[in-house]
């Protein structure tokens, strides 16, 4: 069966998903525990018990929702690497990794978001890096400096490097990020997520035309972002 959307030009490709389990891997887990829970409530009369798990296994299902998505890949593309909220569209030095003036786009999720992050282009990691101590609300301008982070940079093959931070929240704790220096990621592939409410940004290096302005709505792995 072909797998494609539609071809919009010869640079950009539209291609859905095939199928997955529509549930992230990360919050197995989490949902065992409450359906667990359930049964034992159910098995032992507690029904109260049992009510709080199910209520539990059904926000860990609604948070861990990953459902398919239609990608847009292409060379020339940047494609968001998650769901949520622009709040900020700038210039900014990027020392770590890139070692430059880059532009810098920020993006804000909710814990109603699908919070599954994705590579926004294809290319190989050379960079990977933990840091900060903070749980400030991440919407927040000093959350970029301070809060718990994961940063990803990815090198391209034509040489361009482009990187990606993961910021965790006032609710959010933890980071998950898949990735190690030297593997190769495809445009769209999945590289983790953050609990529960957060924010990622992107650091892409000129020249790029940013195609996002702050309060645009985005959807990883569907939404360009930007154009090389």
């Not at 920020?106 to 109603?112: A, E, G, Q, T, Y």
Request: charged share 25%; glycine share 10%.
């Amino acid at each position: 069966m072909d797998n494609t959307c539609s071809q919009k030009t010869k640079a950009v490709v539209e291609t859905r998903e095939d199928f997955h389990f529509p549930f992230a891997r990360e919050g197995f887990f989490l949902i065992g525990i409450g359906l667990a829970g359930v049964a034992c409530g159910l098995f032992l009369k507690f029904y109260g018990f049992a009510g709080v798990f199910l209520l539990f296994t059904l926000f860990s299902l609604y948070f861990f929702r990953d459902p398919r998505r239609c990608l847009k890949i292409g060379p020339e593309i940047i494609i968001s690497p998650a769901d949520g909220r622009i709040i900020e569209v700038g210039r900014i030095r990027e020392d770590n990794f890139l070692k430059a003036e880059v532009n810098w786009v920020v993006i804000f999720m909710s814990p109603l978001n699908v919070h599954v992050n994705r590579a926004p282009v294809t290319g190989r990691v050379f960079g990977k890096e933990k840091s900060g101590r903070a749980y400030l609300v991440a919407s927040r301008p000093e959350a970029a400096r301070r809060n718990v982070q994961v940063s990803l940079a990815f090198r391209m093959e034509n040489g361009r490097g482009v990187m990606i931070k993961q910021i965790v929240g006032a609710v959010a704790r933890r980071i998950v990020c898949h990735p190690q220096v030297g593997d190769n990621l495809r445009q769209g592939e999945r590289i983790g997520l953050i609990r529960f409410g957060s924010r990622v940004e992107i650091f892409l290096p000129d020249p790029v035309r940013i195609k996002v302005r702050p309060g645009d709505l985005v959807r990883g792995g569907e939404t360009i972002i930007g154009e090389w």
